[in-house]
């Protein structure tokens, strides 16, 4: 029986994808570039991706708290246990009411289900949307000096993978956070210090955060739910570490100054491949 794995092709997905794969598990990923594709926006096609599955990792895009998010994953756990599917493994936000309605759903589902309820990915910064600022060398978000605690993709995947192959997790919610509280500012130190670039936080308003956002092409449709998700989760909510890597792994989670060493060197590369070399 196959393992399906949503956003197979994105930050946790592949991470969870790469680790099946190495333990000689089937997989599928779920993509719109795969055959059979996945795509959220096109549910006659979520069967087939479903067939002979019987554990699936869900990841939702952009994010579950944006508009239809609640109404997708509650449609897919649904067909997935219709489907013979399992065990459900939800990636959630942390933080987010809407995020907790998806979590509930996956729990109503009928499947073994495990949450793994995650803050902010130490990875948006070298591969996601905050990469750019980082190569720009500002980072502007409406986070004031509200402290995070970021958590690395590789501990998510590691989660992900023993809640997707092991019966212990069912039932389990793990919140997962890093080791430790940052501001963005000193996020834009610990930058710093493993790229050798001088890499600033600017904190910014609501709106000029939006207003840059559209300027840089991000569509019209993203803007809102975008800045509504920054403005909810950036209050100081979330200004807490929890123990959930701990819980599931029985290992300490990663610190930022080792996952920051460990990418200098991607962002390097990636500086010179935007501008052929000016911003390395
Ligand atoms: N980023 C964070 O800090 C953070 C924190 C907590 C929770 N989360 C949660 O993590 C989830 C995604 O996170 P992410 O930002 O790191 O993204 P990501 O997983 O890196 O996102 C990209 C993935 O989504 C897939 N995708 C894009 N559009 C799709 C569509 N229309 N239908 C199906 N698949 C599609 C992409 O596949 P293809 O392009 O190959 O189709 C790719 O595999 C969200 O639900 C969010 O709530 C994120």
């Known amino acids: 029986m196959t393992t399906l794995v949503l956003g197979g092709t994105g930050k946790t997905g592949r991470r969870v994808t790469d680790r099946l794969t190495a333990l000689g598990l089937p997989v599928r990923v779920g993509?719109?570039?795969?055959?059979?594709?996945?795509?959220?926006?096109?549910?006659?096609?979520?069967?087939?991706?479903?067939?002979?599955?019987?554990?699936?990792?869900?990841?939702?895009?952009?994010?579950?708290?944006?508009?239809?998010?609640?109404?997708?994953?509650?449609?897919?756990?649904?067909?997935?246990?219709?489907?013979?599917?399992?065990?459900?493994?939800?990636?959630?936000?942390?933080?987010?009411?809407?995020?907790?309605?998806?979590?509930?759903?996956?729990?109503?589902?009928?499947?073994?289900?495990?949450?793994?309820?995650?803050?902010?990915?130490?990875?948006?910064?070298?591969?996601?949307?905050?990469?750019?600022?980082?190569?720009?060398?500002?980072?502007?978000?409406?986070?004031?000096?509200?402290?995070?605690?970021?958590?690395?993709?590789?501990?998510?995947?590691?989660?992900?993978?023993?809640?997707?192959?092991?019966?212990?997790?069912?039932?389990?919610?793990?919140?997962?956070?890093?080791?430790?509280?940052?501001?963005?500012?000193?996020?834009?130190?610990?930058?710093?210090?493993?790229t050798g670039r001088q890499i600033a936080y600017l904190p910014v308003t609501a709106g000029e955060y939006a207003a840059a956002a559209a300027e840089h092409g991000v569509p019209e449709a993203e803007i809102g739910p975008l800045t509504t998700l920054f403005t909810e989760i950036l209050d100081g909510r979330n200004a807490y570490l929890a123990d959930g890597v701990r819980e599931a792994l029985g290992r300490p989670a990663r610190d930022f100054a080792d996952f920051a060493r460990d990418a200098a060197g991607a962002w390097t590369v990636a500086a010179r491949d935007v501008s052929g070399g000016d911003r390395a």
């Open 31 to 194: 993509s719109r570039s795969a055959e059979p594709p996945f795509d959220w926006a096109d549910r006659d096609g979520w069967a087939a991706v479903l067939r002979d599955v019987d554990a699936a990792y869900l990841t939702y895009y952009p994010d579950l708290t944006f508009p239809g998010a609640l109404d997708d994953i509650r449609a897919f756990a649904s067909l997935a246990v219709r489907s013979g599917v399992r065990r459900l493994v939800l990636l959630s936000g942390r933080g987010e009411s809407l995020a907790e309605a998806a979590e509930q759903a996956v729990r109503e589902s009928g499947a073994e289900w495990t949450i793994v309820r995650c803050g902010w990915f130490m990875q948006n910064f070298n591969e996601g949307y905050l990469l750019e600022p980082v190569l720009d060398g500002v980072i502007a978000l409406p986070a004031g000096d509200v402290a995070e605690p970021f958590v690395d993709v590789d501990d998510i995947a590691d989660v992900a993978v023993a809640a997707l192959t092991g019966p212990e997790h069912a039932g389990r919610l793990y919140e997962l956070t890093g080791p430790r509280l940052m501001t963005f500012a000193d996020v834009a130190d610990e930058l710093s210090k493993a």
